[in-house]
């Protein structure tokens, strides 16, 4: 009965700042391996941000120094802040539980 909800996502110009959240239930976010993964159109799905139980969290290249991944216990939520937009973050943006689990994933469009 694991469920993934995502939020947040929209549409906004090059270089404005999203916040996208996940809502999970029937899991401890504390306790998984959580991350975001995005999908473009006519591209393979690819990984965004990750985040071990222990916290760590590992980003794509693309994603350094302008996405942050993070997760609220109490509130059982992952989030992704991405912050200085581009024109290629456009995609469907999901939340997983170990590639296991998936949201139905939210639209980022970002225009130029």
């Known amino acids: 009965q694991v469920q993934l909800v995502e939020s947040g996502g929209g549409l906004v110009q090059a270089g404005e700042s999203l916040k996208l959240s996940c809502a999970a239930s029937?899991?401890?976010?504390?306790?998984?391996?959580m991350g975001w993964y995005r999908q473009a159109p006519g591209k393979e799905r690819e990984l965004v941000a990750y985040?071990?139980?222990?916290?760590?969290?590992t980003y794509a290249d693309s994603a350094k120094g302008r996405f942050t991944i993070s997760r609220d216990n109490a509130k059982s939520t992952l989030y992704l802040q991405m912050n200085s937009l581009k024109p290629e973050d456009t995609a469907v943006y999901y939340c997983?539980?170990?590639?296991?689990?998936w949201g139905q994933g939210t639209q980022v469009t970002v225009s130029s």
């Open positions: 029937g899991i401890i976010v504390s306790a998984k391996r």
């Open positions: 997983s539980v170990s590639g296991i689990y």
């Open positions: 985040i071990f139980s222990s916290g760590t969290t």
